[in-house]
């Protein structure tokens, strides 16, 4: 049985009436007639009683004609959910923040994906870049928000979805504290509490270069490995540090003030990388989703 015979039963069941039937389906009635009587070889029955007033449904085709509808149904459902899933518009989507990823345009950009495709399963976790970049090549996740690529080899792909402020954290008992904006003189010189290298080489040399100038590397005054532990380091007097915008907006130390730079506000980058050859038709749509941004 094949599902353009069903398609032909249920056509005449609902007209009653052959002729009727076949311009419904566009195929010619002799043609038609074949096809029923077809079906009706393979059944062993008779689908339709055909007298001189028309046709009407038998038994066998009356209880035949629910159990069609629902086989078509079920197929165009199936075909429905193959097209979807082909073209990204059903699947799942893994993504990773970097975790100093601010809730504004990374936010944005994934709700909106998320509402306008239900049925995608968008997973999120999160991490830093060195450690991204080799999840994006083990192809562990789909697609990375992060500062800037490390390591931008040809097998993965960035472009640049927003930029975002670096603010300066300094011990609310420091003079600093007092002042609405800061100048790069004014953390010129001041011991400086700061994160590993290796955790993301190219933001770790961009904000160092945004803040003091290019190449100027100050001496680190105190180590921690992220953003909390940073300013906890602050609020103990170990030196000033600095995080980003978004950042900032998330982490409330006691004992720490977050102050703006003045103009030219020194910023970083939010990178949305991926692996060229990574085949998932939800990484595509996600990446059209997000190209005007």
């Known amino acids: 049985m094949e599902l353009r015979h069903l398609r032909y039963f249920v056509a005449v069941a609902e ?5 009727r039937a076949a311009q419904r389906l566009h195929i010619a009635q002799p043609g038609l007639s ?16 055909r007298n001189r007033r028309g046709v009407t449904l038998t038994d066998a085709g009356t209880a035949l004609l629910p159990a069609a509808k629902d086989i078509l149904a079920r197929a165009a ?10 073209t990204g518009q ?18 944005e950009l994934v709700d909106s994906f998320r509402a306008a495709n239900p049925a995608v399963k968008v997973w999120v976790t999160s991490g830093f870049t060195a450690r991204d970049e080799q999840r994006l090549r083990e192809r562990a996740i789909d697609a990375a928000f992060l500062r800037m690529l490390n390591d931008p080899r040809d097998d993965l792909a960035g472009r640049t979805v927003g930029d975002e402020a670096i603010m300066a954290a ?18 010129t010189g001041r011991p400086l509490v700061w994160w590993p290298r290796e955790h993301g080489p190219r933001m770790w040399d961009r904000m160092l270069d945004q803040v003091f100038g290019e190449g100027v590397r100050p001496p ?4 921690e490995p992220e953003e909390e ?56 749509r996600f990446l059209e989703h997000t190209s005007g941004h």
Do not use: C, Y
Request: glycine share 6%; proline share 6%.
């Open 229 to 284: 532990h940073m300013l906890h380091a602050v609020a103990q007097g170990h030196g000033i540090t600095f995080i980003t915008e978004g950042k900032a907006a998330t982490l409330h130390v006691a004992g720490v003030a977050i102050r703006r730079f003045a103009d030219p506000v020194p910023t970083v980058p939010i990178t949305l990388a991926w692996s060229r050859d990574n085949p998932n038709p939800a990484l595509r």
């Open 90 to 107: 059903a699947g799942r989507l893994t993504l990773s923040l970097t975790r100093s990823a601010p809730r504004g345009v990374v936010t």
């Open 34 to 49: 074949q096809q029923i009587k077809a079906l009706e070889r393979e059944l062993a029955v008779e689908l339709f009683t």
């Open 77 to 86: 459902a199936a075909m429905e959910l193959a097209r979807h899933h082909g």
């Open 220 to 223: 680190v005054a105190h180590w």
């Open 170 to 187: 300094v011990p609310s008992t420091d003079r600093l504290a007092r002042k609405r904006r800061l100048s790069r003189a004014d953390v």
């Open 15 to 19: 007209e009653l009436h052959f002729g």
